[in-house]
Each structure stands twice: as C-alpha cells, then as structure tokens.
C-alpha cells in the first residue's frame, strides 16, 4: 500500500511484541511512525462515505444538520460523557507497539458510543434507546473498547496504520469490547501488544467479525477547522486525528501543553474550549487531545475557570493552533448496546 | 381490574370445558398473574418501630444524600448506585439486629426509588442525581419523624 510518511520519520520497527510505555515514547521522539498518510485509503473512505449516503466534508454535514456553530464560544466537555458511562476507562491500557492508530480510534468511537448513551435518543436506524454495555472493571480501566479488534484489520503484520484506514474498519467492521467473548474462544480484557499483533495480514475469522459488525458505526466525515471540530465535538461526536505534531509532556495550570518536538502518530480528541477568557488566555481556542501512552505526562489536570472539572489521566489540551495541521475526522452514529434495566433497588440489609 | 385480569379469571372459568391434552396445552397457554405493585408507603416511620434503628437509618440516608450531591466521579451510573446502595446498607447493618430485620422497609426504599428515578440502568446525569438526593434526603426525614 502507498505510504507517505513525513520527512526525517522512519517506518516503526519493533523486534518484540511489547515494549514497556517508556520506550513506545521514545520509538515516536527518535522518528518512528505509527500513522502516515494514505492517500488511496483517503479515496477509499470518500467513496464509503458517500455509498453510505453520507458527507465527507464536515461543514456540509453541519450546516445539513442545522448545528454549524452550535459549539461557539463555550466549553465542549465532551470527555465528561465518556466518564459518566465507563468511569476509570481512560487512560487505558498504554500501548506497547506502533498501533497509536487503533488507539485513537477506539477512544473517538467510544466517545460517540457515549454521547449517544447520553443522549437517550432512540438510535436512527433501529429506533431503540442505547444503554451502556456490560464491560467488566478489568476491561474499563483496560480501555473499555477494544483497539485490537480494530488493529486486526490493518492487512500487514507490521505497525503503523492510517487514519484514513481506521475510519473505515469502524465502518465495516464495528467494535468490540474489554471483555471475554468464550463464544469466539477470545478474551479482550487486557491489552498487550501480542493480542493486537494476533492478526493483520491474517484477517479474523468471520463469526468474530459477525460479532463486531452488529455494533458498526455508521459512517464518518472529515473535519478542517477548528469550527467543525467544536461543534462535532458538542453534537456528541467523537474525532480521531493523525499528524506528526509532538507536545510537551509538563501541563500549566489550566492543563494546557505547547508544541515539542515531532511524532507521527494518531490521537483522539475529546473536548473543546472556545471560550473568551480562553482566547484571551491562549491566543485561541483550545483542543482536549487524549494521549494513549497511560498516564506519560504530568501537571494540573485542570480546566480554565471550571473549578472542579478535570481533565483524564494522559490528555492535555492545546492551543489549535499547534493542532490545526492534523488530519481530523469525526465518527458518526453507532450502533450501540441495549439499554438494561435494573431490576429494583432492594437492599437486603435492612 | 385491570383487563388481562379478566382474561386469566375467564380463562381459567372455561378451562374445564377442555378435556386431556387440550387442557394441558391451553393451561400451559395461560399467563401468570401479574404482580400486583403497591405504590410507594407513605409512612416509613410506623415500618421502623425501634426509635435507636430509626435515629440509625434516618443518619444513614441523610449522609448518602449529602455524599451523592457532592459526588462527582464515582457513582456515574444508576447501576453503580445501586451497587453502593446494597453495599453501603450491609456495612451499616452487619454484625446488628438490625440486618434484615424490616423487609418492609427494604421494598419501601426501594418503591421511593424507582418512581424518583425509574429502573434504567443508565448515566446519573444531573436531574437523576438530583431526584435522587431528594428521595434519600425525604426518606431519612420521614424517619427521623
């Protein structure tokens, strides 16, 4: 497949299946790529989108849905639904080889999965109410979502991938969770880099792929601005990203981290914050990126002026202006869990 | 009477009309009788008739309600409320008399609960937090009396 990596970045290479988070961080710092870009996956996600009957322009898809600037001025703090529905999920597990990709991507997906719980609006294609799905504890610290399910689909046995790639196996091939699913003989609990490495130039078996596809997600759409960024991301809809910008592991005060040094890699956002005092503090908007390296950096997790509000271990925001170069695309509608219903609340002790 | 009442009643009027296999088969057809739900007891006070259990239960929603309103990060969804409601209960009451000691009790709470909030297993948004510190605090004021 046609790679373009940006110049001065080598294709990651990896003698072992894991290596320690430390020396992931490092592999991105020394030039490794874990994302590049693709133009023919690029064509490929177009003509999905638009077989699928949908948008690849993310403006288009805005002003269609009449929420185009819904998002102005405020702070989008979409990251706060996905900790309402799977407490203790991020960071998640780190990643112990090149597949960034596959991070990034789960963690955009969930984040729609959870708007959508949120929500409590009937889904549109199955007119059913989403509930949040049963995932053990393990898993939900693991990530909640599985990011091999996704990796598997990436055709070669090597690490990197594109966003552009990611974006469709979403679409084609859906989700799957942090548990054990014995019905398959598989058990995604715990990630390692050896249970995202189980497939690539090997696709999974299809009874496993009958199992993800019932949770697809509907189709995606590409975002330029940082408009559309913020809107998406108050419409309830989460976005991955892949560029080659590297950030400062430190946070200020109000969990802002500036530009240093590059990497090729993929990462997720998850909140937005056009406020004024914001860009009056920052010289613009911010963008809440969610990191996949655990918990790799440190200082404040805090919000500006949201006394109380915090952001997730390993993310950081940053000013859009040192972000405005990734590729960003948004993932649309899924098709979620059942809602459950609980039984009573009886407590046997009284 | 609700209508499939009647239906069940009729039903089981005519069943002897059917002789052998007919009649299993139309009997195993039945439907089971709905349960009957009471609406939530009004006087949660007359349940408890110990004065120190009360004075204990009335402290004990009264700090869950506070907990649950400055709670931010924990209990996130019905589900896990109700995880820590039987859990929090068992600590409170084990190793006492009073562990099990009022069914009543147990099912009013519980009644109180699902017309605050229903039985969706879902995110504890705002509303739902808030419906629910209400109950628990109205739950440990009527013990208090």
Known sequence: MPRSIPSGMKFWQQKVDALPAAEIVKMYEAGYAGVWDDPAEKEKLHSLIRSDGGVVKGHEAAHANGWADSGKGKLIATWTHVEKCFPGCWPGAAQERGDCVSHGQKNANMTTVACEIIAAKPDEATGKVEGIPEIPTAGITEGAFSSEWLYWWRGYNGDGWSCQASAQVSIKHGMMLKMSYPELGIDLTNYSGSLAGKYGSRSPPAEMDAVGKQHLIRTATELETFEEVRDFLANGYGEQSCGSEGYASSRDENGVSRRRGSWAHSMAYIGADDRAETHAKYGGPLVLIMNSWGKWNSGPRAVLNAPGLQIPEGSFWTPWSDCKNRYVVAMSSAAGWPRKTLPDYLAPGL | ?145
């Open chain 2, 1 to 145: 009477m609700k209508p499939w009442h009647w239906f069940a009643i009729a039903g089981a009027a005519l069943a002897p009309l059917y002789l052998g296999i007919g009649v299993i088969a139309w009997k195993a057809m039945q439907p089971p009788p709905a349960p009957v739900v009471p609406g939530p007891v009004s006087n949660l006070k007359a349940i408890v008739t110990d004065a120190g259990d009360r004075a204990v239960l009335s402290g004990f929603y009264a700090d869950f309600a506070d907990v649950l309103k400055r709670d931010t990060a924990t209990v996130t969804t019905t589900g896990a409320f109700r995880a820590w409601h039987i859990k929090a209960v068992d600590l409170l009451n084990q190793q006492t008399n009073r562990y099990g000691k009022y069914p009543a009790l147990r099912q009013a709470v519980s009644d109180r609960i699902v017309a605050a909030i229903g039985l969706n297993d879902g995110a504890m948004d705002a509303a739902t937090r808030a419906k629910l510190v209400d109950t628990l605090a109205g739950i440990a004021k009527e013990l208090e009396g």
